[in-house]
């Protein structure tokens, strides 16, 4: 009995042994196209971007969207990027994210190829809309939208504008408790 439990285990340890050398040769034998994946990622930036679109926008199907964005703070925050496919400008991510890739840029960017322009023009484009939000002295906007409302209206960035969609995009911002001049918001 003992010499039948014994052959078992050798035939079940062989098995897994060869499924183990086989799925080795599989997985050595798949490349990784890492040029594609960066494109991929940077061009994935392209698409959430906010605004007026520049004509190097490779993404032809994507169209300028809330040029309004900060009108009723009577600031210019339109540009950006929206977070996640929504249409909510959380600013905090998408620091984190500009951040990121101006970082890969720096350690990476001679490894880049003809992405290294595409990678620049992104980190360019959040970091003008960064200025924006900071552009008035004590005043910080860190979120443009309401999420609750994002969540429950899905459409594209450039129907946001269309009467039968239009709803409100709050601006969220930090300022010091300091009475603001009426000319120091124009």
């Not at 925050?77 to 840029?105: C, E, I, Q, R």
């Not at 001679?110 to 002295?137: C, N, R, V």
């Not at 609750?148 to 601006?171: A, V």
Request: glycine share 8%; aromatic share 10%.
């Amino acid at each position: 009995m003992r010499g039948k439990s014994v052959t078992m285990m050798s035939k079940t340890t062989l098995l897994v042994t060869m499924i183990m050398m086989l799925m080795s040769r599989v997985t050595s034998a798949v490349s990784i196209n890492y040029a594609e994946a960066l494109g991929k990622s940077i061009l994935f930036f392209e698409g959430q971007r906010s605004g007026k679109l520049p004509p190097s926008q490779r993404m032809t199907w994507r169209k300028d969207s809330a040029l309004s964005d900060g009108s009723d703070i009577r600031m210019d925050m339109t540009g950006g990027y929206y977070d996640a496919g929504d249409n909510v400008k959380f600013h905090f991510p998408m620091a984190f994210s500009t951040t990121m890739l101006g970082w890969s840029v720096i350690e990476f960017g001679d490894s880049m190829g003809p992405e290294l322009q595409h990678a620049l023009d992104a980190i360019h484009w959040g970091s003008d809309y960064f200025l924006k939000a900071t552009k008035i002295a004590n005043i910080v906007v860190a979120q443009v939208g309401d999420p609750y409302s994002d969540h429950g209206c899905w459409e594209r960035p450039e129907d946001m504008g269309d009467p039968s969609f239009l709803r409100l995009k709050p601006i969220w911002y930090l300022c010091l408790l300091l009475p603001l001049e009426k000319d120091s918001l124009s």
